[in-house]
Nanobody
Framework: VQLQASGGGLVQPGGSLTLHCETSGSIFVIKGMGWYRQAPGKQRVLVAEVTSGGSTNYADSVKGRFTISGDNVEKTVNLEMRSLKSEDTAVYYC???????????WGKGTLVTVSS
């Protein structure tokens, strides 16, 4: 399974950006998908996730500003980010859980920079 993220870039504070993640390979093994981020000098943390059943979960820091949506057939996931803040600056990683316990997949990160 391969994950390919896109959509990162430079945006001003208060602006919006949408990240997109596509999958390829044996995508039938994918269960849930989500986005993580890693700011400079910090650990990678969960931003948002969506299960195969459509349930969503968000980090407190992005609730009300970010919206995750996924296509459970195509195994794609988007992250719509609004009202961006400088503290949202990070490398964002697409993530997928496998139906096989203990297995997970990561895409290469896409950089989001929020700066004036």
């Amino acid at each position: 399974v391969q994950l390919q993220a896109s959509g990162g870039g430079l945006v001003q504070p208060g602006g919006s950006l949408t990240l997109h993640c596509e999958t390829s390979g044996s995508i039938f093994v994918i269960k849930g998908m989500g986005w993580y981020r890693q700011a400079p000098g910090k650990q990678r943390v969960l931003v948002a996730e969506v299960t195969s059943g459509g349930s969503t979960n968000y980090a407190d820091s992005v609730k009300g500003r970010f919206t995750i949506s996924g296509d459970n057939v195509e195994k794609t996931v988007n992250l719509e980010m609004r009202s961006l803040k400088s503290e949202d600056t990070a490398v964002y990683y697409c993530h997928a859980d496998s139906i096989f316990p203990g297995m997970e997949y990561w895409g290469k990160g896409t950089l989001v920079t929020v700066s004036s």
